[in-house]
């Protein structure tokens, strides 16, 4: 299922990103005592106690005309919309200001459920003082210290009760769920469209159409399929268009959801930066991957040129190496039956499980064809491998000291493993422990 999304919203310089900072563990957000740092929304992974979460920060909602304020407010509402529940940021040495009440009005209209945090909160006496943010009208304040941590698990107590339900079952194991992503206008939808044979999904030539994540259900084969279309990922100098209510984040639950992600190029526009940017989400969510070059009908071209264009993709893609890539044309629909056997391919090896005794032979023999490294006069000896996990294959290999297993020796082993076993169109992720 996709995740459950907090949004922390609040005028400017009530310490936002330093709580996104430190939910999400790690300094995500740029930090600093200046009102309107952070412009754009900024988005993370949490996790509380059982809960795992996506995070936006959003740049402080501010009703005056100085630069940039239209855009941030725009932000923030955008970022609102796409939450499950909000956490409403205010200033516990400032007390309520009339900014705080104009956010307030703001987050009624939104009918999400709001979490009121009142931060630099810093010492026991200060919370005395909390008690005038009861007349914002979002009952209890959470008296919270972004500084020095204090009162961060009560407020997230707080804001998983209203996360939605997460047991529910979202298709079936013998669905095979795959989502579309790319920037705007490659031809998702009429890629959906040509898949499925019939006119689902609005497809036009205006950047954008597609407004959120759609379901369709296609059975090709006997295999049923979940499709799930997401809205195009565009830079972000182009979300500020309030009829558009675009999000990368949208495309973020598709991925979340989905068994294998297929990246939408344009095969007439070619390639831009934009586009690794948005394959390196379905790479880093470990999520099986097809390449897909659309248009391939309004390319001109000779024998070369589809050798070429892979090469091309195979340089600027470095990180999706194990990624087949599929030249096809969603409105001739030539080579479209080439794709679904790639997704359940993909599918497949993506929730592959190898048998111990014959990985570690192989291992055992790349080992011996390329002895393990040594640092500091310290050799790398690798006793045992085994397969912890799928969807994507995990491995751990246990080793005397996981510190001398480097990055050159991790990838030459994944090398071995994918020419034994194949694993075409997944990530598989190696980990290295200490034999006990």
Same mark, same amino acid.
């Given at each position: 299922?996709?995740?459950? &999304?907090?949004?922390?919203?609040?005028?400017?310089?009530?310490?936002?990103?330093?709580?996104?900072?430190?939910?999400?563990?790690?300094?995500?957000?740029?930090?600093?005592?200046?009102?309107?740092?952070?412009?754009?929304?900024i988005y993370s992974k949490g996790e509380w106690l059982?809960?795992?979460?996506?995070?936006?920060?959003?740049?402080?909602?501010?009703?005056?005309?100085?630069?940039?304020?239209?855009?941030?407010?725009?932000?923030?509402? *955008?970022? *609102?919309?796409?939450?499950?529940?909000?956490?409403?940021?205010?200033? @516990?040495?400032?007390?309520?200001?009339?900014?705080?009440?104009?956010?307030?009005? *703001?987050?009624?209209?939104?009918?999400?459920?709001?979490?009121?945090?009142?931060?630099?909160?810093?010492?026991?006496?200060?919370?005395?003082? #909390?008690?005038?943010?009861?007349?914002?009208?979002?009952? /209890?304040?959470?008296?919270?210290?972004?500084?020095?941590?204090?009162?961060?698990?009560?407020?997230?107590?707080?804001?998983?009760?209203?996360?939605?339900?997460?047991?529910?079952?979202?298709?079936?194991?013998?669905?095979?769920?795959?989502?579309?992503?790319?920037?705007?206008?490659?031809?998702? !939808?009429?890629?959906?469209?040509?898949?499925?044979?019939?006119?689902?999904?609005?497809? !036009?030539?205006?950047?954008?159409?597609?407004?959120?994540?759609?379901?369709?259900?296609?059975?090709?084969?006997?295999?049923?399929?979940?499709?799930?279309?997401?809205?195009?990922?565009?830079?972000?100098?182009?979300?500020?268009?309030?009829?558009?209510?675009? !999000?990368?984040?949208?495309?973020?639950?598709?991925?979340?959801?989905?068994? &294998?992600?297929?990246?939408?190029?344009?095969?007439? /526009?070619?390639?831009?930066?934009?586009?690794?940017? *948005?394959?390196?989400?379905?790479?880093?969510?470990?999520?099986a991957v097809v390449i897909v070059v659309n248009k391939?009908?309004?390319?001109?071209?000779?024998?070369?040129?589809?050798?070429?264009?892979?090469?091309?993709?195979?340089?600027?893609?470095?990180?999706?190496?194990?990624?087949?890539?599929?030249?096809?044309?969603?409105?001739?629909?030539?080579?479209?039956?080439?794709?679904?056997?790639?997704?359940?391919?993909?599918?497949?090896?993506?929730?592959?499980? &190898?048998?111990?005794?014959?990985?570690?032979? #192989?291992?055992?023999?790349?080992?011996?064809?390329?002895?393990?490294?040594?640092?500091?006069?310290?050799?790398?000896?690798?006793?045992?491998?085994?397969?912890?996990?799928?969807?994507?294959?995990?491995f751990v290999v246990f080793v005397n000291e996981p510190?001398?297993?480097?990055? !050159?020796?991790?990838?030459?082993?994944?090398?071995?493993?994918?020419?034994?076993? @194949?694993?075409? @169109?997944?990530?598989?992720?190696?980990?290295?422990?200490?034999?006990?």
């Amino acid at each position: 299922m996709a995740k459950a &999304v907090i949004a922390i919203v609040g005028r400017p310089n009530v310490g936002k990103s330093t709580i996104f900072n430190r939910i999400v563990g790690e300094r995500v957000s740029i930090v600093e005592d200046v009102p309107g740092v952070t412009r754009d929304r900024i988005y993370s992974k949490g996790e509380w106690l059982t809960h795992e979460f996506n995070v936006i920060d959003t740049g402080g909602i501010d009703l005056g005309d100085e630069p940039f304020l239209a855009q941030i407010r725009h932000q923030a509402e *955008i970022a *609102i919309d796409e939450a499950d529940v909000i956490i409403f940021m205010t200033n @516990g040495r400032e007390g309520v200001t009339a900014a705080d009440e104009e956010v307030a009005k *703001i987050l009624y209209r939104s009918k999400k459920p709001v979490v009121l945090a009142v931060n630099k909160v810093d010492n026991p006496e200060m919370r005395s003082d #909390i008690y005038d943010f009861y007349s914002l009208g979002f009952g /209890e304040p959470f008296p919270i210290s972004g500084t020095h941590g204090l009162g961060l698990g009560d407020m997230l107590d707080e804001a998983v009760k209203h996360f939605p339900d997460e047991t529910g079952a979202d298709y079936g194991e013998d669905f095979i769920k795959f989502s579309l992503i790319g920037r705007p206008n490659v031809g998702k !939808s009429s890629l959906v469209n040509a898949m499925l044979g019939e006119e689902r999904v609005i497809v !036009s030539d205006i950047a954008g159409t597609t407004r959120d994540a759609i379901d369709t259900t296609l059975k090709y084969n006997g295999q049923e399929f979940v499709i799930i279309d997401t809205a195009g990922m565009r830079k972000k100098g182009k979300v500020y268009e309030t009829t558009e209510k675009y !999000s990368v984040l949208r495309a973020l639950k598709a991925i979340d959801r989905s068994d &294998v992600v297929l990246v939408v190029l344009d095969g007439e /526009e070619g390639i831009i930066e934009q586009d690794k940017r *948005i394959a390196g989400y379905a790479h880093e969510a470990g999520r099986a991957v097809v390449i897909v070059v659309n248009k391939w009908d309004a390319v001109e071209k000779d024998e070369k040129t589809m050798k070429e264009f892979e090469t091309k993709i195979r340089d600027h893609f470095q990180f999706l190496d194990y990624a087949p890539i599929v030249f096809l044309s969603a409105k001739t629909k030539k080579r479209i039956h080439t794709l679904i056997p790639e997704i359940v391919k993909a599918s497949n090896n993506h929730s592959m499980r &190898v048998e111990t005794g014959v990985l570690n032979d #192989i291992i055992m023999d790349a080992v011996a064809m390329n002895p393990t490294p040594t640092s500091n006069g310290k050799r790398l000896k690798i006793f045992y491998t085994t397969q912890v996990a799928v969807k994507p294959p995990s491995f751990v290999v246990f080793v005397n000291e996981p510190e001398l297993l480097h990055f !050159s020796y991790e990838r030459f082993l994944e090398n071995r493993i994918r020419d034994a076993f @194949g694993f075409e @169109g997944t990530p598989i992720k190696i980990f290295a422990r200490a034999r006990k």
